[in-house]
């Protein structure tokens, strides 16, 4: 099953906030977060496992919600170079622990 | 540049033409995989491979497609009498199974292929 990412799309001046949501309506073993531009590869961001900690590094961060089977991804002070659509891709409980299902995308777009 | 290379960056053919990719991971990575991305769309898993073996294919995966990495390095995909509808971004990934960062996939830049 795909997860669902909320928003589709979103539009930030530079400096401020923005979260990003990922879904999944099967259990969660992992939850893998990429941010992708255009024409180019994703890039990892960060991998958060069952039972892990909350992860971060500089102003990106993500939490791991097992009840909700929901990440979220915080993006804080955002700068110019944080636009591109990030993707969650998820590993499901009791699945291949190697393949990743992902979402259709979040477009952050950063404006100065 | 994450250490993976696709060859090549473009591929554009007509219908009914074969088409072949090369994937070169990261070279201590047993772990490769496939995926293919279509415009608006996150990517789609094809094939998995742990060193030579091919442990997964898709249903997206039909005959007409067929992967190989034959001494468990580099790896091709090959699409046979392509269709206007395999005309996508093909990603290969790559990642150590046992090591510090384990699940995590680091993606090359992709083939871009175009089926007029």
């Known amino acids: 099953q795909q997860p669902v990412q909320s928003p589709q799309a979103v539009i930030l001046r530079e400096g401020e906030d923005a979260v990003i949501n990922c879904s999944s309506s099967k259990a969660l073993y992992s939850v893998h977060w990429y941010r992708q531009k255009h024409g180019e590869a994703p890039v990892f961001l960060m991998i958060l496992l069952k039972g892990g900690e909350q992860k971060g590094h500089d102003k990106i961060s993500a939490s791991f919600n097992e009840k909700k089977q929901q990440s979220s991804l915080y993006l804080t002070a955002s700068q110019l170079s944080y636009s591109g659509t990030y993707f969650c891709?998820?590993?499901?409980?009791?699945?291949?622990?190697?393949?990743?299902?992902f979402g259709k995308g979040t477009l952050l777009t950063v404006n100065p | 540049d994450t250490g993976v290379s696709q060859d090549p960056r473009h591929k554009i053919t007509k219908r009914g033409q074969n088409v072949t990719f090369r994937c070169d991971p990261i070279?201590?990575?047993?772990?490769l995989y496939w995926y293919r991305q279509t415009l608006g769309q996150g990517p789609e898993f094809l094939t998995y491979?742990?060193?030579?073996?091919?442990?997964?294919k898709s249903r997206l995966l039909s005959d007409r497609f067929s992967a190989e990495r034959p001494k468990g390095s580099f790896s091709t995909l090959e699409i046979q009498r392509t269709e206007q509808g395999d005309s996508a971004m093909y990603l290969c990934?790559?990642?150590?199974?046992?090591?510090?960062?384990?699940?995590?996939?680091?993606f090359g830049p992709g083939t871009r292929l175009t089926v007029l």
């Open positions: 891709g998820t590993e499901h409980s009791g699945g291949s622990n190697y393949k990743l299902t």
């Open positions: 491979f742990q060193n030579e073996a091919q442990l997964e």
């Open positions: 070279s201590e990575h047993n772990r």
């Open positions: 990934a790559s990642s150590l199974a046992g090591g510090p960062d384990t699940d995590t996939q680091y």
